[in-house]
T-cell receptor, first 113, second 113 residues
Framework: GDSVTQTEGQVALSEEDFLTIHCNYS??????LFWYVQYPGEGPQLLFR?????EKGSSRGFEATYDKGTTSFHLRKASVQESDSAVYYC????????????FGKGTSLTVIP | GGIITQTPKFLIGQEGQKLTLKCQQN?????MYWYRQDSGKGLRLIYY???????QKGDLSEGYDASREKKSSFSLTVTSAQKNEMAVFLC????????????FGEGSKLTVL
């Protein structure tokens, strides 16, 4: 079945460090891929999405490129800030006649000032 | 813009008790979802509904009931609360198209004594 794998469960970085959170997916066809961010006390909110191979999504300095060859959608940011501390979820939307979403287990990012 | 409102925000129950969570959205979305969020396990789908009076089971439906009496509202019932259970329940909605995003409420935190 369809699934999303996030490798990192917890990440701790210093401000201005480079961030990579790995996301690999398993799905047939061309699912839509998403990154969501969840701040404490809030629900997840969309960071960005991508629907086609080689399409790059980006927002707030974060970016990820849809790679069908490696079935990946890795999240990167060149220089993290303390305000980026949050939980990040990779997700896919399967084209099954209705919209169903599959989420990774989430990565908790802590940025130390 | 729209909003998803979940009530109550915090719910404390006793073992064996039936507990109900409510969700309202004013996006006029067709599809609504209930997810359970546990640390390290990501978001797991309990129930979803693609239209009024429709109910579909997700992977985690055992022990839960749901109701969609109006397009704008979707409720979730824990049929028999388990002792020491603690979880966050997230309601979400979407238009149901392949590339559409999920919009989440802030969550309802359940504690069972």
């Amino acid at each position: 079945g369809d699934s999303v794998t996030q490798t990192e469960g917890q990440v701790a970085l210093s401000e201005e460090d480079f961030l990579t959170i790995h996301c690999n997916y398993s799905a047939s066809g061309y699912p839509t891929l998403f990154w969501y961010v969840q701040y404490p006390g809030e629900g997840p909110q969309l960071l960005f999405r991508a629907s086609r191979d080689k399409e790059k999504g980006s927002s707030r300095g974060f970016e990820a490129t849809y790679d069908k060859g490696t079935t990946s959608f890795h999240l990167r940011k060149a220089s993290v800030q303390e305000s980026d501390s949050a939980v990040y979820y990779c997700a896919l939307s399967a084209n099954t006649g209705y919209q169903n979403f599959y989420f990774g287990k989430g990565t908790s990012l802590t940025v130390i000032p | 813009g729209g909003i998803i409102t979940q009530t109550p925000k915090f719910l404390i129950g006793q073992e064996g008790q039936k507990l109900t969570l409510k969700c309202q959205q004013n996006f006029n979305h067709d599809t609504m979802y209930w997810y359970r969020q546990d640390s390290g396990k990501g978001l797991r789908l309990i129930y979803y509904s693609i239209t009024e009076n429709d109910l579909q089971k997700g992977d985690l439906s055992e022990g839960y009931d749901a109701s969609r009496e109006k397009k704008s509202s979707f409720s979730l019932t824990v049929t028999s609360a388990q002792k020491n259970e603690m979880a966050v329940f997230l309601c979400a909605s979407s238009f149901g198209t392949n590339t559409g995003q999920l919009y989440f409420g802030e969550g309802s935190k359940l504690t069972v004594l």
